[in-house]
């Protein structure tokens, strides 16, 4: 398994996933950025027109590139020091002692 599968596994067991998505939920919320991607998205809509040929999927396409780039440094890095913290407290548990019987 990868370390970023290991790490994955290990959020999703403990629950610190969640916590994860939670903050940065609220995060992005603070700082404005769901405001800005739900523009965007009303922008893209009317541009393109309210036919039927413009997909949820074409739409999704078109904005993450460019939502990825509005997230503020500052939630990354927040977001960065919250997993490096789980991923030390991951390398300082000791291991499982194993049964010899």
């Known amino acids: ?3 970023s599968g ?5 959020t999703v067991l403990t629950g610190d996933r ?3 998505k939670d903050l940065l939920c ?5 700082c404005g950025w ?10 893209i809509l009317m541009e393109k027109g309210t036919n039927n040929s413009f997909t949820v999927e074409q739409l999704i396409a078109e904005v993450t590139p460019k939502a990825r780039t509005l997230v503020p440094d500052a939630v990354k890095k927040e977001l960065l020091m919250k997993i490096r913290t789980i991923l ?14």
């Open 1 to 3: 398994m990868s370390t």
């Open 6 to 10: 290991a790490v994955d596994q290990y």
């Open 18 to 20: 969640s916590k994860i």
């Open 26 to 30: 609220s995060r992005l919320t603070e």
């Open 34 to 43: 769901r405001d800005e991607v739900r523009l965007m998205c009303r922008n």
């Open 88 to 101: 030390t407290e991951i390398e300082e548990e000791p291991d499982e002692p194993e049964d010899e019987s």
